[in-house]
């Protein structure tokens, strides 16, 4: 059984590539893993959020995510046409709503798919509820905890040891067994050779998004 901590955050365009890699790398090689995901906002509020549709240099930046996901079978949209980039805050809180009532992982699917591939703003209660209700949740009392702040704390706590005590780089980030692995080719076979510990570090430590910027290839894009 191999342990696995996935730092990520909803709205980062490596986290969904990485997260499909994963688990077609644990169905390919049959590795079983136990997979804790850890929430992780790029942009906490209030803190402005930003236009990333608009932004040519993180249009460019993105195109190194294009291939892997089209081995993967998703079409994402790099970036989405959402604007401006929502926060992910009550989109976690929903997480944790899902987890307590069986679908944390279906959940998680949801979110990423409606953001990146459907363009919905996850950041607005109303879809997310619709998405809530789509996983056979309870529409009422998905709306009700969230509007009530019913997983507030937890969320903030999370958010707060991901960025506190964890300090990644940024996202995804992801640890194994206790060790921390850089990811730069977001494949089904760099995700097999990180399973299986023969994978060497990246140079400059991978491919990833941070709350300064989003790391991809050689360029950066402010966030």
Not at 184 to 211: F, N, R, V, W
Request: aromatic share 10%; glycine share 8%; with cysteine.
């Amino acid at each position: 059984m191999v342990d696995i901590l996935f730092i990520s955050d909803y709205v980062c365009p490596n986290c969904i590539v990485a997260k499909a890699a994963l688990k077609e790398a644990l169905k390919e090689s049959g590795i079983e893993a136990n997979i804790t995901w850890q929430p992780y906002e790029l942009t906490v509020e209030p803190a402005p959020r930003v236009d990333t549709y608009h932004d040519e240099k993180r249009k460019a930046g993105y195109q190194i995510l294009v291939e892997p996901a089209k081995k993967l079978g998703i079409d994402i949209k790099l970036p989405p046409a959402v604007i401006p980039r929502p926060y992910s805050r009550l989109a976690f809180e929903g997480w944790y709503f899902a987890c307590d009532h069986g679908k944390g992982e279906e959940y998680n699917d949801a979110i990423y798919n409606a953001y990146f591939i459907d363009e919905k703003d996850i950041g607005q209660l109303d879809v997310l509820t619709e998405l809530a209700e789509g996983l056979g949740l309870s529409g009422d009392a998905f709306r009700k905890a969230l509007e009530e702040g019913t997983y507030s704390e937890v969320e903030k706590k999370a958010v707060d040891y991901s960025k506190n005590v964890l300090k990644p780089e940024g996202v995804p980030t992801m640890y194994v067994n206790g060790t921390k692995v850089s990811i730069d080719k977001y494949t089904k076979e760099e995700m097999i050779e990180i399973l299986q510990g023969t994978k060497t570090e990246a140079k400059g430590g991978g491919i990833y998004c941070s709350p300064d910027g989003c790391y991809i290839g050689d360029l950066l894009g402010e966030e």
